[in-house]
């Protein structure tokens, strides 16, 4: 079992940064690969970004590629998410996930445990 908390969301104007975190239980963190979703109001909850489980590998939804950028620190049992370049249509609850798989996945039913998300707001 892995429980999961996301943290860093709030409101930032169009242009800026933001980091999001995700602090995860359980000693097995370093094995699973680890995702980003979004989810804004009326939308369907779309990938972000996901890393593998020795950061070796990543991948972005075409959207974020080369603004956002994931990373994971698995002495800390947490996953990152930078944000840069923000505008308003990346304003969205963020949720962070955990994939037992061992290939990183934009698929979110392939994800095994889910955060209760962050908000981020960015203003024009």
């Known amino acids: 079992q892995v429980q999961l908390v996301e943290s860093g969301g709030g409101l930032v104007q169009a242009g800026g940064s933001l980091r999001l975190s995700c602090a995860a239980s359980?000693?097995?963190?370093?094995?699973?690969?680890m995702g980003w979703f979004r989810q804004a109001p009326g939308k369907e909850r779309e990938f972000v970004a996901a890393?593998?489980?020795?950061?070796?590998?990543?991948y972005y939804a075409d959207s974020v590629k080369g603004r956002f950028t994931i990373s994971r620190d698995n002495a800390k049992n947490t996953v990152y998410l930078q944000m840069n370049s923000l505008n308003a249509e990346d304003s969205a609850v963020y949720y962070c996930?955990?994939?037992?798989?061992?290939?990183?996945?934009?698929?979110?039913?392939?994800?095994?445990?889910w955060g209760q998300g962050t908000q981020v707001t960015v203003s024009s």
């Open positions: 359980g000693r097995t963190f370093s094995t699973y690969t």
């Open positions: 890393i593998r489980w020795n950061g070796g590998s990543t």
């Open positions: 996930a955990a994939d037992r798989g061992m290939v990183t996945t934009s698929i979110p039913q392939r994800y095994d445990y």
